[in-house]
């Protein structure tokens, strides 16, 4: 990272920002001339270069200053971080990033805190909220579950309470304690030495556990007493008696803890993510009864409007919000207590009603209607939470602001988007730049302004095609996107496949979903079309994959580097349905979802694939290798051995700072390349382990040309777009397309073994059209080969190309949830009830 700092001149008098040599990333020195007050999209195949311009120069830059400007401090923490690379930016406004979330939401917010909607709402329930008589006014902060003053005492504002059972504990009763019985217990060992200690302590632990004495049953689950005794392992309770009396030393002394203790302590203390939901599998959680789940002390819910405590309130979509709030906006609901007595009251009712309505009406317009104010954001989309973020900044009044988005599309339904377009537009208009990063072709086409980046990924890649008006960019013939946005070819007319079978549910609950019965072809490409919040998550990602993995009864891989669950997570929300056939053509099940693939720098693209066993092998197998004995082990930075000590193999160590979050920094001692100086001396063809790490894919398959089992990997990363990536990219670093990408890859290098259903959510995501076209011919070849793939999808080449569509609605929320049409792409494309068969209809043409 170079720490040339950017020339501050800011003429900024000619209406356009100037970047001159910019080099962040695979950037070749680009100069360019963006507009101010224009709607700016940058173009380019995935890889590009993109984000490198955008975010990683534009709005890197337009933060450095910023916070040069408020903390001098930073001056010296840019030194460690590296500003980005680039001579010289000039006329750059102010810029806020509205960009997708990378890996996992930290944050435990809600709808209604991210919206600020929340803080308003406690207001017009403190000021104008209808009291019982004779109760004290109840300050705003009495309205939040998250304040001393608002929390139920019981549950803490957790609306539930957490507690162990014997059935939770001892989910099979007819086990010996010998044979396991109480599973809530560690394993291995740790649950080994519990079970020595009770045969010290003369429990018997070979009768089934149904029919041992409930006094012992209760004291082994739940007593907080904790006997030291003396252990011996494998003698039964009467040679322990022998061995102490004897004075036999024993093996060592144990101390014991009951199953409910060692829950509980070990759910609030762990600090590993996989022990923690190992442990919540033993615990239940119930609705808290002082609250009902409400959050609140008993004070704040007694005070209502409209009749609705402000929980009922929080749950009601924000569409049914606004229509209780605009009467009273409209100064035509009046209060309870008259008007004329509390004249003062009745305009705060009114006031707040309109600032709430006011930001209300953004938020439907852009599609979020159907999501209630305490929905938690980890349950969210990216996208949902981008436009949450967007009407947020709509509502601001701020002006002379870059706004740098990242596919604010992702995730809606052509519908959507005319609503996000007005969105931008009035963003555009109060006086703001909008440099948005897009493949969605009908955004793209409404640019004041393209920058097209390109013209391959990578090191092919990095530079300016075309900067300036959209219909310019026709004449560059070097631009993939050109192709894309003037030939725009319609898809050859193609016959669906015949399906070998129908894997039906039935009676699917869940969500917005009521009863649904739904039936999709085995052996096909099936595409679940409708507008976002419609339902097709939670029928696909959620119903589908739980309901097919119980009945293939394969538990859904649990990622081994998960967030810690939440409390919430404790109890999943109910699912209702079954699968009723057709799992005859279905013997596995895999999801192929945009979660991160790893949730620390430590996974990487490599590591996930598999690819990096084969490459550590060839270097354990080196000569020098052999002779100093390193295995492969020793070129793992997982592994102490060979990895650099000073930042644990990390490759950066975090640096903590005063009232910001804390960011990484290149490790002072090995410079970001992991390793320890010996491992580094080992060299392959003459590079070392962390320079392989450092090639790209492409150029891999280059180094590895002689080495079948590494190209045979790397050969598909690049048959699905990700020829670009490094190998040792952190899967921090890597966005959930990217992620969802790896993840297909790793299965594609598989051997096909048929009849496998791929499940996948939105896989276009952050896929230029062209790169589309390579997902699509793989996921047509995982179809050929004799399984079935569902996909949940926007994009209507993608679902123009499917064998069968089924389109969700019509509406979101309460107005989805139902299947609307099903059938191939031109039937569903007929369809008058359909929001969908309008933009299909004109795809097929
Ligand atoms: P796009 O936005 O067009 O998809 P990016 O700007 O994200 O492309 O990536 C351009 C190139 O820079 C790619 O080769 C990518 O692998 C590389 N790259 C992206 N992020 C980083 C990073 N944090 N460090 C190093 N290289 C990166
Ligand atoms: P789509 O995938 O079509 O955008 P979803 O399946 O995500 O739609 O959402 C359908 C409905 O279910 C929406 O009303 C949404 O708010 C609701 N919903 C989705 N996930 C959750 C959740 N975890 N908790 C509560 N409601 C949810
Ligand atoms: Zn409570
Ligand atoms: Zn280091």
């Not at 049914?320 to 035509?332: C, F, Q, S, T, Y």
């Not at 920058?451 to 095609?465: F, S």
């Amino acid at each position: 990272m170079l720490a040339t700092r950017p020339a501050m001149t800011d003429n900024g008098q000619s209406g356009f920002v100037h970047v001159r040599g910019a080099r962040v990333h695979n950037l070749k020195s680009v100069d360019v001339e963006i507009p101010r007050d224009a709607l700016v999209v940058f173009t380019g195949v995935s890889g590009s270069g993109k984000s490198s311009l955008a975010f990683g120069t534009l709005y890197a830059e337009a933060q450095r200053r910023y916070l040069e400007s408020v903390a001098p401090y930073a001056r010296r923490l840019f030194d460690q971080m590296g500003v980005p690379e680039v001579d010289a930016i000039d006329g750059l406004p102010p810029a806020v990033a509205l960009q997708q979330q990378r890996g996992a939401p930290t944050s435990r917010s809600s709808v209604g805190s991210v919206t600020t909607l929340s803080n308003l709402l406690r207001m017009l329930y403190s000021r104008g909220g209808d009291y019982p008589p004779g109760q004290d006014i109840v300050y705003a902060e009495g309205f939040s579950p998250n304040t001393p003053q608002g929390a139920c005492p019981n549950c803490h504002g957790l609306g539930r309470v957490y507690e162990v059972t014997e059935q939770s504990m001892v989910p099979d009763d007819s086990l010996t304690i010998r044979d396991r019985a109480i599973a809530a217990w560690p394993p291995a060992w740790h649950g080994q030495n519990l079970r020595d200690i009770l045969i010290t302590l003369g429990y018997d632990v070979d009768t089934p556990w149904r029919d041992l004495p409930k006094k012992d049953r209760q004291w082994i689950l739940f007593t907080d007493e904790q006997p030291q005794v003396p252990v011996y392992p494998g003698y039964t309770h009467d040679e322990v008696r022998r061995a102490i009396r004897k004075k036999e030393p024993p093996a060592y002394m144990g101390t014991f803890t009951s199953a409910k203790r060692f829950v509980l302590h070990t759910f609030a203390t762990t600090e590993s993510a996989m022990v923690r939901r190992r442990v919540a599998r033993y615990m239940v959680s119930t609705e808290c009864p002082v609250c009902g789940g409400k959050r609140l002390k008993r004070e704040a819910l007694s005070v209502t409007f409209a009749g609705l405590d402000i929980a009922e309130m929080s749950r009601l979509p924000m569409k049914r919000l606004a229509e209780i709030m605009k009467p009273v906006a409209d100064g035509k609901s009046l209060g309870k207590r008259a008007t004329a007595e509390h004249p003062e009251q009745a305009m705060v009712r009114q006031r707040i009603a309109q600032d709430l309505c006011g930001r209300l009406h953004v938020l439907l317009d852009l599609g979020l209607g159907y999501l209630a104010l305490d929905r938690s954001t980890p349950t969210m989309s990216p996208g949902e939470l981008q436009r949450l973020r967007l009407a947020t900044q709509v509502r601001s009044n701020l002006f002379g602001v870059v706004y740098v988005l990242d596919e604010p599309s992702a995730g809606l339904h052509p519908a959507d988007t005319e609503a996000l377009l007005r969105a931008l537009d009035r963003l555009k208009a109060s006086g703001n730049t909008l440099f948005v990063v897009e493949h969605e072709l009908d955004v793209v086409r409404r640019a004041d302004w393209i920058v097209d980046v390109g013209p391959a990924a990578g090191e092919l890649g990095g530079r300016v095609l075309y900067s300036g008006p959209p219909a310019g960019l026709e004449r560059v013939r070097e631009s993939h996107t050109r192709r894309w946005l003037f030939d725009g070819g319609r898809p050859a007319p193609r016959t669906p496949r015949v399906p070998n079978g129908w894997l039906r549910l039935a009676d699917v609950t869940r969500n917005n979903l009521h009863g649904l019965d739904v039936a999709f072809p085995v052996g096909a490409l099936t595409t679940v079309t409708g507008v976002s919040g419609s339902g097709k998550s939670t029928l696909v990602s959620q119903a589908l994959v739980e309901l097919v993995a119980e009945e293939l009864g394969h538990e859904i891989a649990d990622e081994a580097e998960g967030e810690p669950p939440s409390l919430e997570d404790v109890a999943p929300a109910p699912l209702g349905g079954h699968v009723v056939g057709g799992t005859a053509g279905v013997r596995r099940l895999v999801p192929v979802d945009q979660k991160p693939i790893g949730r620390t720098p430590r996974s990487n693209l490599a590591t996930y694939t598999g690819l990096f066993d084969h490459v550590r092998k060839l270097f354990a197998a080196t000569k020098t290798a052999r002779a100093r004995k390193y295995d492969a082990g020793r070129f793992s930075f997982n592994v102490a051995k060979g990895r650099c000590e000073n930042c644990e193999g990390e490759g950066f160590v975090s640096v903590e700072l005063l009232f910001l979050p804390s960011v990484y920094a290149p490790c002072p001692v090995c410079h970001g390349a992991r390793y320890n100086a010996k491992t580094l001396e080992i060299t392959y063809r003459g590079r070392n382990v962390a320079e392989v790490l450092g090639m790209t894919v492409d150029a891999a398959r280059d180094f590895f040309a002689d080495d079948p089992p590494v190209c045979r990997s790397l050969d598909v990363l690049r048959e699905v777009g990700l020829g670009y990536l490094r190998l040792g990219q952190p899967a921090t670093e890597l966005s959930g397309g990217e992620a969802q990408r790896i993840k297909l890859a790793t299965e594609l290098q598989r051997a096909t073994r048929g009849n496998t259903l791929y499940v996948l959510d939105e896989p276009t995501t952050g896929l230029h059209p062209s790169d589309v076209e390579k997902l699509l011919t793989q996921l047509e070849r995982l179809v050929d080969a004799g399984n079935t793939v569902i996909v949940v999808e926007h994009d209507m080449h993608v679902i123009a190309r499917s064998d069968w569509v089924i389109d969700i609605g019509p509406g979101a929320g309460d107005e989805g949830g139902r299947v609307v049409a099903a059938g191939p792409p031109a039937e569903v494309a007929r369809s008058k009830a359909s929001r969908t068969a309008p933009y299909l209809a004109r795809e097929l043409g």
